[in-house]
């Protein structure tokens, strides 16, 4: 497929009102859209036009949205594609997984009826940066170390039960000499299309593990996480190297945690069991992320040698207001703890999700309710104020 024609927007809607909507919206904020209201029209826009941002609204006549993301899975699309419906939260969610299972660049989901200002920061936020980006420059990005990363605090519960920052994730940051600081939601997609993802991780991994011996020598037991590319879990040589930058820095392997999804599992499930067991036996940590959407299996989490599950966002988001999601991560919680796992919940964003998550006897959590990532400098601060207040919660007795 041809590259995407920049600024171009394809909303695609059986609504007139709606589209006529977004072409005024787009005009408003720099860029050119195209429309299409019906199957044929969506297929035939395709067909001439490269756009970099697809808007889809899921209940098209015809062919309807799942039908449309296997039709632009099969012709190869690279553009940014987002969600829009009426229906209910989990219906978006699942449809955006089967998009990010189909390989294609899900960026988001609009619920409609949708404010103004909403479709606003929508398009002004996707139609720009990742058409903007290119090989050249993520590869000089790598090579003159313009990545950066953010770190962002994770709690633990503790045997007093208070929560205490135990550790922090990894986050890569592009500090662009040109756009400014991106974020990895807008290069991370080229990375893995490039096979520049293990460079990328390789940066983050070092980064990791160097700020880990630094915190050590400020007398900090600090671990980190560093969600793995699953390009390194086919890797054989990577327990080898892991261990090797380890002991260049002075940290512990039990002070690392590598977080992968199932997917990375999927292709050659022997070669990864073998290369999971030897980074445990090594001490490692291993975090199946993502678990409780799309299609988490039972079998990897018992199969597999994971010390964590990581229960996905979208989850959490959905405890305070979804009996349901209450009752699948309650399910997830007990099960994890069965089979002598430790869960963490991400994405915590309010009060009541995280007094919820630790009524369930929840292990760990991170969001930003918590904290924002930050720059490494900053978590010595953070961990000061925060271990230094009163956070305990009421007891769990666990049936």
């Given at each position: 497929m041809s590259?995407?024609?920049?600024?171009?927007?394809?909303?695609?809607?059986?609504?007139?009102?709606?589209?006529?909507?977004?072409?005024?919206?787009?005009?408003?904020?720099?860029?050119?859209?195209?429309?299409?209201?019906?199957?044929?029209?969506?297929?035939?826009?395709?067909?001439?036009?490269?756009?970099?941002?697809?808007?889809?609204?899921?209940?098209?006549?015809?062919?309807?949205?799942?039908?449309?993301l296997r039709y632009l899975a099969r012709q190869g699309t690279t553009a940014g594609i987002l969600l829009a419906s009426g229906m209910d939260q989990r219906v978006l969610a699942s449809a955006r997984q089967l998009g990010d299972q189909l390989g294609l660049k899900m960026l988001g989901t609009l619920q409609k009826p949708a404010m103004l200002e909403d479709i606003e920061a929508l398009l002004a936020r996707h139609i720009e940066p990742g058409e903007r980006l290119s090989l050249e420059e993520l590869q000089r990005a790598i090579d003159e170390h313009e990545l950066i990363v953010h770190y962002q605090p994770k709690l633990v519960r503790t045997s007093s039960n208070d929560w205490h920052v135990h550790s922090a994730e990894a986050l890569v940051r592009w500090r662009h000499p040109r756009l400014g600081l991106l974020y990895p939601a807008e290069f991370l997609p080229l990375a893995e299309q490039s096979g520049l993802i293990n460079g990328v991780t390789d940066f983050v991994l070092t980064d990791a593990i160097r700020q880990i011996g630094h915190w050590r020598q400020r007398?900090?037991?600090?671990?980190?996480?560093?969600?793995?590319?699953?390009?390194?879990?086919?890797?054989?040589?990577?327990?080898?190297?892991?261990?090797?930058?380890?002991?260049?820095?002075?940290?512990?392997?039990?002070?690392?945690?590598?977080?992968?999804?199932?997917?990375?599992?999927?292709d050659d499930p022997e070669l990864v069991m073998d290369i999971f067991t030897r980074l445990r036996v090594k001490g490692v940590g291993l975090s199946l992320d993502d678990f409780g959407i799309g299609t988490s299996s039972l079998t990897q989490l018992y199969k597999m040698p994971f010390s964590e599950v990581k229960i996905d966002r979208l989850l959490i988001a959905e405890v305070i207001q979804s009996k349901p999601a209450a009752t699948v991560v309650r399910a997830i919680v007990e099960l994890a703890h069965n089979l002598s796992l430790t869960v963490c919940a991400e994405g915590v964003e309010t009060s009541l999700a995280f007094e919820f998550m630790a009524q369930t006897g929840c292990d760990a959590m991170q969001g930003e309710f918590i904290a924002q990532a930050m720059p490494a400098a900053e978590i010595e601060m953070f961990i000061k104020t925060w271990n230094g207040a009163e956070h305990t919660l009421v007891p769990v007795v666990r049936k």
């Open positions: 590259r995407c024609e920049r600024n171009l927007v394809l909303a695609v809607d059986d609504e007139i009102d709606f589209l006529e909507l977004i072409v005024q919206i787009g005009a408003g904020v720099g860029c050119d859209v195209i429309t299409a209201d019906s199957a044929a029209e969506f297929r035939d826009q395709l067909a001439r036009r490269q756009p970099a941002l697809i808007l889809l609204d899921l209940q098209m006549p015809g062919m309807d949205g799942i039908e449309a007398g900090l037991n600090l671990g980190a996480a560093v969600n793995l590319s699953p390009r390194l879990v086919q890797d054989l040589e990577f327990p080898d190297r892991l261990g090797r930058i380890l002991r260049e820095f002075d940290a512990t392997a039990e002070q690392l945690t590598l977080e992968v999804t199932e997917a990375a599992s999927l």
